[in-house]
């Protein structure tokens, strides 16, 4: 049985932090989303979105609801997920001016600097080009962005901006340093799920299909 024409089943991390914007986004792209808050939350999600928000906090809280263990194995299962600005952070395999304690999946060969990222201002807004969305440009919101200070063999820089990385893929794991949530365009967040599509329709049946 294939789950081709299912349509994916997009997770939000829902401790804290930029939720519903991104509920919004995936919604108006037609999937389905459920918002993650606990342990039993995990096992039916495609695809993961993990927000903005602060990483500190929300790493805190990925301990304290128990969340961390079974969202790091569906990671290890490489289900598709996208991690923008504190996303991206909590993805990362290294981060700098984190908390002693603050955790990382590692899920993305990115070294990244909380708050670093336009230290003078902030916040911002740029239009980036994204060779991967096609021609016309992404208007990014910046909002005391990390900066991505070293990248792996194996990531691949999607988007910089003065020469900096600001959108960097692994394999089906996404990060932004950016909002693409608070705009309209939703190019980034299709991606996500195309990801998602992808992977459940090749997916091997849960059970096997018995002969006709
Ligand atoms: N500076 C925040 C952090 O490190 C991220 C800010 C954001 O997500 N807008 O968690």
Redesign the pocket.
């Known amino acids: 049985m294939s789950r081709e024409g299912v349509e994916v089943i997009v997770g939000v991390l829902a401790l804290q932090?930029a939720v519903e914007p991104h509920v919004a986004a995936l919604s108006a792209l037609g999937a389905k989303t459920l918002l993650v808050r606990s342990p039993d939350d995990v096992a039916g999600i495609d695809a993961l979105v993990i927000p903005?928000?602060?990483?500190?906090t929300m790493s805190m809280l990925l301990e304290s609801s128990g969340l961390r263990g079974p969202i790091g194995e569906r990671l290890d299962e490489r289900i598709p997920v996208l991690g923008t600005?504190?996303g991206m952070?909590l993805l990362a395999s290294t981060i700098l001016d984190g908390r002693s304690d603050q955790h990382a999946f590692g899920a993305i060969d990115i070294t990244v600097r909380?708050?670093a990222f336009g230290r003078q201002v902030d916040s911002f807004e740029a239009d980036l080009r994204i060779a991967s969305l096609g021609e016309a440009p992404f208007h990014a919101v910046f909002?005391?962005a990390?900066c991505v200070e070293d990248v792996g063999d194996k990531v691949e820089v999607v988007a910089t901006l003065n020469g900096h990385p600001v959108f960097c893929r692994q394999g089906s794991v996404l990060v932004t340093a950016f909002h693409p949530e608070l705009v309209t365009d939703l190019r980034v967040h299709d991606q996500l799920l195309q990801l998602a599509r992808r992977r459940t329709e090749v997916a091997p049946p849960l059970v096997p299909t018995s002969p006709l």
């Not at 903005?52 to 500190?56: L, M, V, Y």
Request: charged content about 20%.
């Open positions: 932090g903005g928000g602060e990483s500190t600005c504190a952070v909380r708050n909002i005391r990390p």
